[in-house]
């Protein structure tokens, strides 16, 4: 009786510690593996931004008020450029007005850096020299030349009852023809309206700058020059 006893109580020994470890095992083969990090999502790229139009300094020789106390309205725009040619460098401004007919361009002329001394002055004997617009007025005749010698051969052979296919004279716009400059007095060192009925514009020479104002062509020729000259007057006070 003692003996089978004993035996009983070795059993339940050996078996205990076995049932302990395969508890722990399981618990093991069970447990959850830690999540993985999760990585912060990338923000959008941002739209690139617009590119801006060109500015020049041009556009801050005329504020809005005098502007409007010229034109009876202030600019809508102003948008500026910036170029060179040879030995000079231009800055523009064009001032969109509401009034599109009220409208005109500004640009300033100076000597580029490292120019010559009196690349300026030589610009502007280029352009108003009695030489200059002599020699313009020439080169003028020779192009129109060969259009009067057909005007005066279709003339003789209409006056003759002669008509030849295609011979429609060539319609001439008198608007459109350049005169010879007209001097303006009461601005700058030297100044002329230059061009012709349409298309023309104020030329200012300053003591180291070519100011030249041009209107639109909406309104009549003794207007625009009489708003340039006040124009470039204004502009030229902050050169």
């Known amino acids: 009786m003692r003996l089978t006893i004993l035996t009983l109580l070795l059993s339940v020994l050996l078996i205990a510690p076995a049932c ?3 508890g722990g095992v399981a618990r093991n083969a069970n447990a959850q593996a830690p999540a993985a990090e999760a990585k912060p999502a990338q ?13 020049s300094a041009t556009c801050a020789l005329l504020p809005d008020d005098e502007v409007r106390e010229v034109h009876g309205e202030a600019p809508a725009e102003a948008q500026g450029t910036e170029h060179s040619a040879g030995a000079l460098s231009m800055s523009q401004c064009f001032y969109r007005l509401p009034t599109f007919a009220r ?3 500004l640009e300033v002329t100076r000597a580029a850096q490292g120019a010559p001394a009196g690349a300026l002055r030589e610009h502007w004997r280029k352009l108003f020299s009695p030489e200059a617009v002599e020699e313009r007025a020439r080169r003028r ?5 060969p259009y009067r ?10 006056e003759a009852g002669q008509v030849r296919e295609g011979g429609r004279r060539r319609k001439k716009d008198k608007e459109a023809e350049d005169g010879p400059p007209r001097r303006v007095e009461g601005v700058g060192l030297e100044a002329y309206w230059s061009g012709n009925k349409t298309v023309a514009s104020l030329y200012v020479l300053a003591k180291d700058a070519v100011v030249r104002v041009s209107p639109a062509a909406g309104e009549e020729e003794d207007v625009k020059i009489r708003k340039a000259v006040e124009l470039a007057r204004r502009a030229l006070r902050r050169l």
Do not use: C, D, I, Y
């Open 149 to 158: 010698a057909r005007e005066e051969t279709l003339k003789r052979e209409q």
């Open 43 to 55: 923000a959008p790229a941002s739209a690139a931004p617009a590119p801006q139009l060109p500015r």
């Open 141 to 145: 005749e020779r192009e129109e030349a």
């Open 20 to 22: 302990g470890g395969g």
């Open 103 to 105: 409208s005109f361009n």
